[in-house]
C-alpha cells in the first residue's frame, strides 16, 4: 500500500494568512494526487485533482503543487470559510486507495 | 447535476451483515465512473473501502475484502455495500462518492454523499 504522511496534523492560523500543507507518500505517483476539503458534519469536498487542477468552482486562492512524492496544498489568504480538515489522496495504485491523515486548520 | 443519497439502517447487531444502498440521480450509473464506498471512523481520518464500475468490475480494500461486496444495480440506478461479520470497529459515517477519471490524471472523487451513521451495537 502506498502510505500518506499529512503535515501537520493540525495548525492555528488567522484570517488573511498564507497556509501550507504537505503530503508526502511511500512512493512516487507522479502527479495522482487529489486534495479534499471536509468541515464537521459533512462531506469531503474535492478541491484539487492531479495536484494542481482546480476543481471547478474552488477559489483560486487554494492551489496545490508537487510531484514525484512531495506534494503541498495552499491557502493563499485564509478566509473564515476555510477553517475544515484537508486531507490528500492518491490515485496512482488501486486497491487501496490511501488518504493522508488530515490537518485540521483552526482559528487562531 | 449528479446527486447521490445513502440509504440503509443506522444500526447493526455485531457479527450482522451492514447493507447500504447509494441512490444516483441526475445522471446514469452506467456512466464512465467507478462507484465508491469510503467510510469514516468518529474522529478519524478517511479509509477506502471499494468500488466497482457499471460492467461488473470491482476494486476493494484489502484490509476489507473478505467481508465487503460491492454491486450496481443498473435498472434502478443505484449501488450497494454490502460488509459482514461487523464488530464495534465497522462504526462510522458511511459515505458513497463517485470517482471520475481526469486526463493525464488518476480519478478523483469528485461527487459525495451526504454519508449515513452506521452504529454496530448489540
Known amino acids: 500500500d502506498i502510505q500518506m504522511t499529512q503535515s501537520p496534523s493540525s495548525l492555528s492560523a488567522s484570517v488573511g494568512d498564507r497556509v501550507t500543507i504537505t503530503c508526502r507518500t511511500s512512493q512516487t505517483i507522479n502527479n ?4 479534499y476539503q471536509q468541515k464537521p458534519g459533512k ?28 506534494f503541498t496544498l495552499t491557502i493563499s489568504s485564509l478566509q473564515p470559510e ?16 490511501t488518504f493522508g491523515g488530515g490537518t485540521k486548520v483552526e482559528i487562531k | 447535476q449528479v446527486q447521490l443519497q445513502e440509504s440503509g439502517p443506522g444500526l447493526v447487531k455485531p457479527s450482522g451483515t451492514l447493507s447500504l444502498t447509494c441512490a444516483v440521480s441526475g445522471g446514469s450509473i452506467s456512466s464512465s465512473n467507478w462507484w465508491t464506498w469510503v467510510r469514516q471512523s468518529p474522529g478519524k481520518g478517511l479509509e477506502w473501502i471499494g468500488e466497482m464500475y457499471h460492467s461488473g468490475s470491482t476494486n476493494y480494500n484489502p484490509s476489507l475484502k473478505s467481508r465487503v461486496t ?27 462518492a463517485r470517482k471520475r477519471y481526469y486526463d493525464r490524471s488518476g480519478g478523483a472523487f469528485d461527487i459525495w454523499g451526504q454519508g449515513t451513521l452506521v452504529v454496530v451495537s448489540s
Open chain 1, 43 to 70: 462531506a469531503p469536498k474535492l478541491l484539487i485533482y492531479a495536484a494542481s487542477t482546480l476543481q471547478s468552482g474552488v477559489p483560486s486562492r487554494f492551489s496545490g503543487s508537487g510531484s514525484g512524492t512531495d
Open chain 1, 32 to 35: 495522482f494526487l487529489n486534495w
Open chain 1, 82 to 97: 476555510d477553517f475544515a480538515t484537508y486531507y490528500c489522496q492518491q490515485s496512482y495504485t488501486t486497491p487501496p486507495l
Open chain 2, 70 to 96: 460491492i454491486s450496481v444495480d443498473k435498472s434502478t440506478n443505484h449501488f450497494s455495500l454490502k460488509l459482514s461479520s461487523v464488530t464495534a470497529a465497522d462504526t462510522a459515517v458511511y459515505f458513497c
